[in-house]
């Protein structure tokens, strides 16, 4: 008798559906009953204004290059172009103070990608402590990997740690009394929208010196910082480089969504058993991807242009004053919210205690408005509910009009 092919169970434990292709499957199902209802998404966190001339420049000059022989190029490095790597080095930190290289700069398709990833070359049997609410990915990946151990609907996953986020603490996650191994934050923070400064920052790296601990360290959305007190990069923090990885995208600062482009960083001082997780992130990756395109690695070089940083920043500035927009119309509706200045994501209790998904199928009858449900980030995330402001202007502004008119003055 032979014996039958075995699956990777951990994945069957996941959720039949992810967050949102549940969303957008919720949205669809909708619209097919109401063909004559307009939608507006403020849900998933899609940018919709167009690529800099700069960069679109960039590419086409480098698709070129691809069709002539004497320029045309194949595989490329692994870890990125040193055109690249060169260029976010100087930019992203040694302008800025911060003494990273360019070979602890690796270039991916995004940080969903890595933050995903990352977890390869740490052992299974590693505690995990995550924010909550929390951007999914990092706890799935860490259910396929089997790091979670068992669910309760009630309380979550048996392994993971689960830092609490609540209002009454701005929505900042305490540090956990137990130690973990494994520590992801997320700041500017998804879903949330909240900031961290320096010092609370600096806490978290004492805590993982002290505790052998890495920090996988998000910064996604650093280049919507507008306060001053906050850090753009976690290794603006003294030791960070000996206990901290980090994680920035050109899909949120740049447009880039559909280009996809990212890249990690990880230091060549962090070392965990004697093992150089450099030089093991470096295997990974030359194992199992080859690289990003060299149009799109051009592409993300002209961003540090002049022409390219000035139409980067008025994109920024249009959303954040879309979040402006949000925030500020529904605050002056009655409803408390957060998050929005430091962010693209607002971030609002539902009104009367209602759920996160029934304000999510309300919203969507009485406003014809797509948001996302804090629940889905989190159990701590019940109650909240996540709007974007990466919509047009006029879409944003009819978006608040008709939640406000839908909902009326909150007491």
Not at 327 to 349: D, E, Q, R
Request: charged share 25%; proline share 5%; net charge neutral.
């Amino acid at each position: 008798m032979c014996n039958l092919l075995k699956i990777n169970e951990n994945f069957t434990k996941l959720p039949a559906n992810y967050l949102f292709v549940d969303i957008a499957s919720r949205v669809e199902k909708f619209s097919k009953l109401h063909p004559d209802t307009e939608i507006i998404k403020l849900g998933i966190g899609d940018v919709t204004r167009p690529l800099p001339q700069a960069v679109v420049s960039a590419m086409e000059k480098a698709a070129g290059e691809m069709g002539r022989a004497e320029t045309f190029r194949g595989y490329g490095p692994e870890a990125g172009y040193m055109f690249l790597r060169e260029a976010i080095s100087k930019n992203d930190y040694k302008d800025k103070g911060v003494d990273i290289s360019p070979d602890e700069i690796f270039v991916s398709d995004g940080a969903k990608s890595d933050t995903g990833g990352i977890g390869d070359i740490f052992g299974t049997d590693n505690t995990v402590a995550v924010c909550d609410p929390v951007y999914p990915v990092y706890v799935d990946t860490n259910v396929m990997a089997g790091r979670a151990g068992g669910y309760d609907k009630a309380k979550g996953w048996s392994r993971i740690v689960y830092m609490p986020c609540h209002e009454k603490n701005n929505f900042l996650p305490v540090i956990p009394d137990a130690r973990a191994d494994m520590i992801y934050l997320c700041f500017p923070n998804n879903p949330t929208g909240m900031g961290i400064t320096r010092q609370a920052l600096k806490q978290w790296v004492d805590y993982a010196l002290k505790n052998r601990s890495v920090i996988l360290y998000d910064a996604a959305y650093e280049a919507f910082i507008s306060e001053p007190d906050m850090p753009h990069s976690i290794f603006e923090i003294e030791g960070a480089k000996k206990c901290a990885i980090e994680f920035r995208s050109f899909s949120k600062t740049a447009g880039f969504t559909g280009v996809r482009c990212a890249f990690t960083v990880i230091p060549k001082e962090l070392e965990f058993g004697g093992v150089n997780v450099n030089k093991l992130w470096d295997r990974r990756q030359s194992t199992k991807m080859n690289g990003v395109s060299y149009v799109v690695q051009r592409a993300a070089e002209a961003v540090y242009t002049p022409e390219g940083r000035r139409g980067i920043r008025e994109n920024i500035d249009y959303y954040l004053d879309n979040a402006k927009i949000i925030k500020t119309g529904l605050a002056k509706a009655g409803f408390t919210v957060y998050g929005g200045v430091n962010s693209p994501y607002v971030w609002l209790k539902t009104p009367d205690g209602i759920s996160s998904w029934d304000f999510f199928d309300m919203l969507l009858e009485k406003a014809g408005v797509v948001g996302t449900p804090g629940s889905g980030f989190g159990i701590n995330g019940e109650g909240f509910f996540r709007l974007t402001s990466f919509n047009t202007r006029e879409n944003t502004e009819r978006a608040v009009k008709k939640i406000t008119d839908a909902f009326g003055r909150r007491s």
